[in-house]
């Protein structure tokens, strides 16, 4: 129930007194309806049909107050009052119910905006141990769950509080027998504990399957290319047929539980009604007037009781969501970032960036070390490029760089100042970065340019697409500028997609700029123009390079050797060109022996 409480008091927190004004409008409603009731016995009396007496009731006197008043005058009168207390009903209720959904609504907002700004802000570590479809599920799915959890929880509130207004009025008519209803109540309420508990344990089982059928979707549409090479369509299939049924099943479980507490539910409330009235009579010699009221209240009040029932199924199956909404909150607050700091100025980077004793492993539990005791310096306004066989090092060196990671021992130096949760925000507006997988969004060139840059001038995006070689191919397209180029950019080539990336990196005018292996999927003649790009702005900015192709870095000023995450090597292309027992010489030879 910590979930459950928690977000109870979120709630409470977002809503404030509106949460107050709804619960005494419930109560409003509550005391109409039980005045509503009371009009029953002088009005039935009044119509001479069937002879009530009021006599030992609690509202004896009103009532043969209203029996002196002549038929003629007095049906009317009570008849008005039963219509305006309905008219009053109605308007409070249609005010709850609008005043309710705001809440819910607006309480939904507020959470994935909170989820969403917390996954934002979080550091790299946590997306490195997260899967995608995760996040997206918490961010979709469950949050959508907590939200028809909020609704369950309003209707459970206004339930206990029209059974606390109905339960006072019983009472007041009659101690004894409502307490012998009310005992008969609980013994019910204490054997449908079973499939409150059912309903949580469905719950569970739904996120765990919501969570695997988001996953396995996100993958297979990610993979489409492969599957559909590969003609692995019929084993996707399969593997989609099989959960769905399990999904399926899920569900109708769940409509199980809910009607089946239910015929309980109501069985033994017919059975109760009836024990009752013969109780009251033969034991309690009730009287017509007396056991009708009663029963009419109880008549009313029971349904209400079922609905909180069914309320509490409803929010057990909601808890698990709760709990995930929860949990990915408290993860990200611990793995938060930096604060907001729109204020905060790029950094100017003057002397460089100084690598001391670095050592980095993603799983501290590992024996293997990701970068081992690395020294090295990249200086201000220089190109610097890093090389290595695969998994020497390289990305990870580069993410340190950026402040996606921290050094586990050791320190990364900006201008020879570790960074800080402030200087943090600075360096990442001072950096552009160009990754191997160019990133798109499914929206039109000129957005996706302006992304980076939301005020710049159409002047600008040409001159940022010239220097990247892109400008030809955009302006060749039908609606230029305004093309959509599709998900992550799938209209487009590999090599304009990367060169529109770069363009967009550039467009930024960063102090430095990063590119993972940027020239990749570039025929020879494009690379050549982007080389040439990159040393036009050699001097103007701080440019780090990882490449494969080592035919791009010719012009590097330093070149950065990583094997098994130690820097072997550190210095001009043609010097380390040079040394014949050295591992760039032995890369070299091995990429011109494949060409």
């Not at 019983?170 to 204490?190: C, Y």
């Not at 056991?291 to 929010?315: C, D, K, N, T, Y």
């Not at 460089?352 to 005791?373: E, H, P, S």
Request: charged share 20%.
């Amino acid at each position: 129930m910590d979930a459950l409480l928690y977000f109870v008091r979120q709630m409470h927190d977002y809503a404030g007194k509106g949460l107050y004004v709804n619960m005494l409008a419930m109560a409003g409603i509550g005391l109409l309806e039980g005045v509503g009731i009371l009009m029953l016995i002088p009005m039935i009396a009044m119509t001479g049909l069937v002879e009530l007496d009021a006599a030992g009731t609690p509202v004896a006197g009103l009532f043969d107050t209203i029996g002196s008043i002549p038929p003629a005058v007095g049906l009317p009168a009570i008849l008005g009052i039963y219509v305006l207390i309905s008219i009053g009903q109605s308007v409070l209720q249609k005010l709850i119910t609008v005043r309710n959904s705001k809440i819910q609504h607006g309480f939904f907002r507020h959470m994935r905006i909170q989820t969403y700004d917390s996954i934002l802000h979080a550091n790299w570590r946590f997306f490195i141990k997260h899967r995608k479809s995760d996040l997206i599920n918490v961010l979709t799915s469950e949050l959508a769950r907590a939200s028809a959890g909020t609704y369950s929880i309003l209707q459970f509130l206004a339930g206990l509080v029209f059974t606390f207004i109905q339960i006072g009025l019983a009472f007041w008519l009659s101690p004894t027998i409502t307490s012998f209803v009310l005992l008969f109540g609980l013994i019910l309420l204490f054997f449908s504990r079973k499939f409150v508990k059912r309903a949580f344990a469905l719950g569970s089982q739904n996120y765990e399957l919501s969570k695997t059928y988001l996953a396995g979707i996100t993958d297979q549409v990610n993979g489409i290319k492969d599957i559909k090479s590969n003609t692995l369509e019929e084993s996707r299939m399969s593997w989609y047929r099989d959960l769905t049924d399990r999904i399926r099943n899920e569900q109708i479980d769940f409509t199980k539980v809910k009607t089946t507490s239910q015929l309980y539910y109501k069985t033994a409330s017919a059975v109760l009604i009836a024990v009752f009235v013969y109780l009251a009579i033969t034991l309690f010699s009730a009287q017509l007037a007396q056991l009708m009221l009663i029963l009419v209240i109880f008549g009313r009040l029971w349904p209400r009781v079922a609905g909180i029932q069914a309320s509490l199924e409803q929010i057990s199956t909601m808890i698990p969501a709760f709990r995930a909404v929860k949990a990915m909150q408290h993860e990200c607050r611990n793995a938060r970032e930096f604060s907001d700091s729109d204020d905060a100025e790029p950094l100017n980077l003057q002397q460089g960036i100084t690598c001391r004793n670095v050592m980095f492993r993603y799983n501290r539990d590992a024996d293997k070390l990701a970068l081992n005791d690395v020294n090295t310096f990249f200086p201000a306004n220089r190109m610097t490029a890093v090389v290595g066989r695969s998994g020497a090092g390289k990305s990870t060196l580069i993410d340190l760089l950026m402040g996606l990671n921290q050094p586990e021992t050791g320190e990364v130096l900006f201008d020879g100042k570790p960074l800080t949760s402030d200087t943090l925000v600075s360096l990442r507006k001072a950096i552009s970065y160009v990754p191997q997988d160019p990133f798109l969004f499914n929206a039109t060139i000129r957005e996706n340019m302006m992304l980076m840059k939301p005020d710049a001038t159409e002047e600008e995006i040409w001159e940022a697409l010239e220097f990247s070689s892109a400008a030809e191919f955009v302006d060749k397209l039908e609606d230029g500028l305004d093309s959509l180029i599709g998900d992550r950019g799938i209209r487009l080539s590999g090599g304009e997609r990367q060169r529109l990336v770069l363009a967009r990196a550039i467009l930024r005018q960063p102090s430095i700029l990063v590119l993972d292996e940027a020239t990749s999927a570039l025929d020879t003649e494009n690379e050549k123009k982007i080389q040439a790009a990159i040393d036009r702005l050699k001097g103007k900015m701080t440019i780090v390079v990882i490449a494969h192709r080592l035919s791009t870095i010719r012009n590097a000023d330093q070149v950065i050797v990583l094997e098994d995450g130690k820097v072997i090597q550190n210095g001009e292309y043609t010097k380390l060109a040079g040394e014949k027992s050295g591992v760039f010489r032995s890369l070299l030879r091995n990429q011109m022996q494949a060409t």
